[in-house]
Every structure is written in C-alpha cells, then in structure tokens.
C-alpha cells in the first residue's frame, strides 16, 4: 500500500532563514508527487508536483522540491522564507489517471518568527 | 476566475440532524472529490465522481452521501448515520483524463460543528 509521511509536525524558522520541509513515501511504481500548502480556514493550493524528467522541480511563490528516488523523499526547500509562507504544507503521491488513488501526508505546520 | 465554491463556511447542527455542504465548480472539470480533514491526519476520501450521474464511495464513506445531477455541482450530505461528523470538509476538482486527472484544485473548505 501507498504511504507518505511527513515526519516534522511543526517547524519553526526564522524571517529569511531557508527552510526545507521532508516528505517520504512509499509507492510500487513511479509515483506521482505533489506538495500543497493551506491557510488557515482555507483549502488547499498546489505549490508543485513532479511527473518526470528533471529531477528538481520549481513551483509557485519560490519553491522548490528534489525528487529522489533512492531515498524514497520528495522534500520541499525555499532559500529564503517570507512571513505569508506560515501555513501548513501537505505532501502527497499516487499514480496518474485519477487523483482517487491520491495518499496525503498528514502535514507540517511552518511557523515564520520575524 | 474559474474555481470551486463551498457553502456554507461555518454550520451548527446538533445531533441527529442531517445537513447539506454546497460545492459548485466553473472549471469545466469533470470529476469531484469530497475530503474530510481532520487536525494531524492529513486528508482523507469520502465520495468521488467521475461523470455525471456517477460516484463512487471513498474511504471513509459511511454516515455520508452524495449526487451529482449537474457536472458543475457535487453536494455532501452528512447523515445522522455519521458518528463524528465534526470536522472540516473540502470539496475539490480535476481533468478527467491525462496527465492533469490528479491535480486537484481545491475549494476554501465548510467547517461543520455538531453541536
């Protein structure tokens, strides 16, 4: 059976500090990867997701996340952490065709000092 | 802007009440989720719905049920069947087919308290 975990409930860092959030998971084939980040009282938004090909993928408001498969890890990394970037961020892998088969993580919940 | 609404934002019912959650999509996506999250467990599946007049149960299906009667609406309807129906409820879209069908696009979530 799929499975993501995020092992970090909370983080904490830092105005300007850079930040990495860790996602690893478990899948039969080549997954498909994706990170999401929700706000308070909202729902969630895609930040990026990884196909194939290269193995860094970029995303929206200066994410990035490094595919690596000999680590089963998927982790999430922003050089320079904004106050907006407090939220929580959700992994998730699953194969292509429909999202039902989608596994989330249960979460990280970044917190920015300033 | 294209995008998926959920209504209400906050609900009270007290026990032994069923009650309706809205989600009404313009993205011209075929299928719909409904995911119920719950504080540390990540999301999990209740019903989904690939086409019209179609669905199917989730994971965590029991105490709930759905329609889908239009593509762009996919109602949640929470029975007194389900034993502990407080939580927050997200309603969210994708393709149908491609490399696209599991991106979701996501509403801004119902929040519902038994009371």
């Known amino acids: 059976a799929q499975s993501v975990t995020q092992p970090d409930i909370h983080i904490t860092v830092s105005e300007g500090a850079s930040l990495e959030l860790r996602c690893n998971y478990s899948y039969g084939a080549t997954p498909y990867l994706f990170w999401y980040v929700q706000s308070p009282g909202q729902g969630l938004q895609l930040l990026l997701k990884y196909f194939s090909g290269d193995t860094l993928v970029q995303g929206i408001k200066g994410f990035e996340a490094e595919f690596k498969r000999s680590q089963s890890s998927f982790n999430l990394r922003k050089p320079s952490v904004h106050w907006s970037d407090a939220a929580e961020y959700f992994c998730?892998?699953?194969?292509?065709?429909?999202?039902?088969?989608?596994?989330f993580g249960s979460g990280t919940q970044l917190t920015v000092l300033p | 802007d294209g995008g998926i609404t959920q209504s209400p934002k906050y609900l009270f019912r007290k026990e032994g009440q069923n009650v309706t959650l809205s989600c009404e999509q313009n993205?011209?996506?075929?299928?719909m989720y409904w995911y119920r999250q719950d504080p540390g467990q990540g999301l999990r599946l209740i019903y989904y719905s690939q086409i019209v007049n179609d669905f199917q149960k989730g994971d965590i299906a029991e105490g709930y049920s759905v329609s889908r009667e239009k593509k762009e609406s996919f109602p949640l309807t929470v029975t007194s069947a389900q034993k502990n129906p407080t939580a927050f409820y997200l309603c969210a879209s994708s393709i149908s087919k491609n490399s696209g069908a599991n991106v979701l696009t996501f509403g801004a979530g119902s929040r519902l308290t038994v009371l």
């Open positions: 993205l011209n996506h075929d299928a």
């Open positions: 998730a892998v699953g194969p292509s065709g429909s999202a039902r088969q989608l596994t």
